[in-house]
């Protein structure tokens, strides 16, 4: 019983720590850590956007809007947008500063796009709505985002993006005055502001909920498989009060027997903890999951340890036979 208990004990360290873990990383890789503004683009004069966030006193940002082809999806953007979403090439290099600034016709290709046109590479040639634009990198293969296809886009410098349907703005976090003058000039139905952080803080609320609440019935199983031990252990005292007075009778005192029992106990529950350690182990290589070492051995040291307190009764209950009582006992006197 011990086993199974310290195993699921131990499985739920493991399951819904590397979840919470693995749950925060996505919202980095999909963007859901950052405030996203969304404004429809029409007649807006260039350059009105980045006064705004200039007059809100912002200067981290990224802007951007897509036009979407038959096979992939351009992008015209800052080139911050690599400091908002983890981005890795697999050749060349992103955007710069100066691309955007010279007006130059430079693009990144998205994996999907260089996998499908193999002879799309660094230095190469593309063409984007009757422009050639010269390749300057190509994105490794990236995990799907939920603002952004990184694998099937063309990324170019922002130069027209006042001219687009919609402008997307990435912000590291929510600004009131930005609010306020986006509301002045668009009224209040005009934009659209995301604060995609409280979705992520909800969100690992609710994960750390589930994370104690497994936690909470997997040590409610050790405690009932505690009980179960001291049960057995009375049992065992029990069925072995002749054993003890024989014992006691050669020249056992309380504390010989006292150590007899807690080190059987200890052997039960060593046992116990190698078994469950195994099949942790078995179970974080077949999930991939990543198992913490230092929480792992924590968890077992302590259910060792109170395993041992829970072992002191009986081991007492047994030390106080006495070797009258065992004879009694054992004749039915």
Not at 101 to 110: L, R
Request: proline share 3%.
């Amino acid at each position: 019983m011990i086993t199974v208990s310290l195993f699921l004990r131990l499985a739920a360290e493991l399951v819904t720590g590397d979840l919470v873990a693995e749950v925060l990383d996505r919202f980095s890789l999909m963007g859901l850590d950052m405030t996203v503004v969304q404004i429809p683009g029409g007649s807006l004069r260039p350059g009105l956007i980045d006064d705004l966030l200039a007059e809100a006193g912002i200067a981290d940002y990224c802007c951007l809007h897509q036009q979407k082809q038959e096979e992939w999806t351009v992008v015209h953007c800052d080139e911050k947008l690599a400091e908002f979403f983890p981005l890795s090439l697999q050749a060349g290099s992103f955007l710069k500063p100066w691309h955007r600034q010279a007006g130059d016709g430079v693009a990144v290709i998205g994996w999907g796009l260089h996998e499908r046109e193999p002879s799309v590479t660094v230095g190469s040639s593309v063409n984007i709505g009757g422009r050639q634009y010269r390749v300057i990198g190509i994105l490794a293969k990236r995990e799907e985002s939920l603002l952004l296809d990184f694998n099937d886009s063309i990324f170019v410098p922002r130069t027209e993006g006042e001219g687009a349907d919609q402008l997307t703005v990435f912000l590291p976090s929510s600004s009131i005055r930005l609010e306020y003058l986006l509301d002045r000039y668009f009224g209040p139905d005009g934009f659209l502001i995301m604060d995609q952080k409280q979705i992520r803080s909800a969100s690992e609320a609710v994960l750390k909920t589930v994370r104690q609440a497994a936690i909470i019935m997997s040590a409610i199983s050790v405690l009932v498989a505690y009980l179960g031990m001291t049960a057995v252990s009375l049992r065992e005292v029990r069925e072995r009060t002749g054993e003890i007075g024989i014992r006691k009778s050669l020249g056992a005192d309380d504390r010989d027997i006292v150590l007899l029992f807690l080190g059987e106990n200890l052997t039960v529950l060593l046992a116990g903890d190698l078994l469950a350690d195994l099949a942790v182990m078995g179970l974080a290589s077949l999930t991939g999951l990543k198992a913490d070492l230092s929480a792992s051995i924590a968890i077992v040291f302590r259910v060792t340890l109170w395993g041992m307190g829970w072992g002191l009764y009986p081991a007492f209950k047994a030390s106080g036979i006495s070797v009258m009582a065992a004879i009694r006992l054992k004749t039915g006197r």
